[in-house]
């Protein structure tokens, strides 16, 4: 950040250099040379985009954009709250000060290239009703966009519907509801958009017909306003796969399976199923239409769902556990997350676990609403919800997992699922530090966990072979030496069957339960019948 003083200010030719002081010296040096640095680098434009606003609290994003001639080493920017709001916790940027607030880059997001962009994130608490949206100021800024997105419909409330029928307090505390903890896994920004930049040719990407990067040279690049692959990484891909050639048209189709027929993927397992108001998880049959994309995360926090008030009447709330993961018997144990640092903690129960080398079963937070015991039929399509090239998610491609929601999420939205794995990140709560007996650091990074700290470690262009052996290594090191079998056991899940895909989007729809799920949970849902058809 660069003050507001000029370089007018000291004029070196009216002083004797023989009474010019060192310091001033210094100080006229570096303003000049400021200076010209800025006049060179005002080559971006920034922007301040508020992802959720839930009242209290919100998550933004900061995006610089580089629409210069040159790339762009290394930036500094800053903003300022007017409004009280305050930042506590920030993510693919190093976040300093505590109002005005400035942000530097990594050692990996430091460089941009022309037409090309970096994003990082940052939460924070409101200091009004709504969230601000300051302007970004820096020498790299030549034009501030302050922007904001929908606020997020999921909003935090401290006051749980009960039910008449049933002796329980309306009042939940806060810290039963989370902040999803993986979101920003990636700084790359992403597109929807499938324009076609490179006249007649595209890149079939494992199905998806995405544009192809005129400058970038490796991996995934974003020019022109839209994400795209370069012509080296398309060309890798298995077939029938690759370039191809699309004609005249501007715009790309997406190569998808109809959606006029089901298809039925038999599972085969040995374990005994029940019939009585669970599905049975011999066939599961395909063609949900919903989009969605499964984010992660584990903070060892009691959940939504774990609150007798936030269930229906005739469904038992989820089980808590202590801290030496046995089952809690006072259903109204305070979260260990809590203010007061209650005794309950998520049981160990909860990790998700393969049924074939297709299907799999978890847990997952997420929105809001009556969602507790209701179950999720996630289908992998193959593409990263904010990852473009992400290797975990191609290789997720065709597989399938349902999930059981036992917990919301402030700033979890309509079709996505924040699965609980262990390791995942713990997000704005963790109380698996205490728990476990492990250090911050060993967690990983707060929002993504052992898998957004191998990517830091790694980068973003290493293979899924290396992001898996790293992953894998961390399981066991902070689960495997301590003896913690289950949660490594589910921690290297995550790394094999779930292919380290880093928030892979999804088609989903309502199902109901397996009764693998629902034995566990203790949650059932089936006497309501009141599956829902409709995307939430």
């Known amino acids: 950040m660069f003050k507001n003083t000029t370089v007018k200010k000291i004029v070196i030719k009216h002083l004797p250099i023989k009474k010019l002081a060192i310091k001033k010296n210094i100080v006229s040096a570096s303003l000049l040379l400021a200076a010209m640095q800025a006049g060179h680098a005002q080559a971006a434009k920034c922007e301040y985009i508020v992802a959720n606003d839930w009242g209290s609290g919100f998550t933004a994003t900061i995006r610089i954009t580089n629409n210069g001639t040159s790339n762009i080493s290394g930036w500094?920017?800053?903003?300022?709250y007017s409004d009280g709001s305050r930042v506590t916790s920030s993510w693919n940027a190093t976040v300093a000060g505590s109002n005005p607030y400035t942000a530097t880059p990594l050692n990996w997001n430091g460089n941009i290239a022309v037409n090309s962009s970096i994003e990082f994130g940052i939460q924070g608490n409101n200091g009004a009703s709504?969230?601000?949206?300051?302007a970004i100021t820096g020498a790299v800024c030549n034009s501030v966009v302050t922007s904001s997105v929908a606020p997020s419909s999921v909003a935090p409330s401290s006051v749980a519907i009960s039910s008449s029928s049933r002796p329980s307090s309306s009042v939940v505390p806060v810290s039963s509801s989370r902040?999803?903890?993986?979101?920003?896994?990636s700084s790359v920004r992403s597109s929807s958009s499938s324009s076609i930049t490179v006249g007649g040719q595209a890149c079939n990407w494992y199905g998806t017909v995405t544009p192809l990067c005129a400058?970038?040279?490796s991996g995934w690049g974003y020019?022109?306003?839209?994400s795209c692959v370069a012509r080296s990484t398309c060309s890798a891909q298995p077939s029938p796969y690759g370039i191809v050639t699309t004609g005249a048209s501007s715009s790309a189709s997406v190569i998808s399976r109809s959606s006029s027929s089901s298809s039925v993927v038999t599972i085969p397992s040995s374990s005994s199923r029940s019939s009585q108001n669970n599905s049975s998880t011999s066939s599961v049959v395909l063609g949900a239409t919903c989009n969605g994309y499964a984010t992660r995360y584990?903070?060892?926090c009691k959940a939504h769902c774990s609150w007798t008030a936030n269930v229906p009447s005739v469904v038992n709330a989820l089980p808590a556990c202590g801290s030496n993961n046995s089952r809690l018997t006072d259903v109204n144990a305070g979260s260990a997350c809590g203010n007061g640092g209650g005794s309950a903690h998520m049981c160990w129960g909860m990790a998700p676990f393969a049924v074939s080398d297709k299907l799999a079963y978890g847990y997952a937070a997420t929105a809001s609403g009556d969602v507790c015991g209701r179950c999720y039929q996630l289908e992998f399509t193959g593409q990263s919800h904010n990852s473009p090239g992400d290797p975990g998610s191609s290789a997720l491609a065709g597989k399938v997992m349902i999930v059981q929601a036992t917990n919301i999420g402030y700033d979890v939205g309509g079709g996505q699922f924040d699965i609980l794995v262990p390791g995942g990140g713990v997000g704005a709560f963790n109380a698996c530090s205490a728990q476990w007996g492990v250090s911050n650091s060993e967690l990983g990074a707060q929002y993504g966990g052992f898998l957004a700290a191998c990517k830091q470690e790694l980068g973003y262009n290493a293979s899924l072979a290396q992001y898996k052996s790293c992953l894998t290594s961390r399981c066991n090191s902070v689960f495997g030496s301590r003896g913690l079998t289950e949660l490594q056991q589910a921690c290297t899940w995550y790394a094999n069957w779930f292919e380290a895909a880093d928030?892979?989007?999804?088609?989903?729809k309502e199902v109901a339960c397996p009764a693998e799920l629902t034995s566990r949970s203790g949650m059932n849902r089936g006497p309501l019948n009141d599956i829902k058809t409709s995307c939430n």
């Open 503 to 508: 928030n892979p989007a999804l088609k989903y």
């Open 298 to 300: 584990w903070d060892c």
């Open 179 to 185: 902040v999803s903890s993986s979101i920003p896994a």
């Open 215 to 217: 400058n970038t040279t």
């Open 223 to 226: 020019e022109n306003g839209k």
């Open 130 to 134: 709504k969230a601000q949206v300051p």
């Open 76 to 80: 500094n920017i800053g903003w300022n």
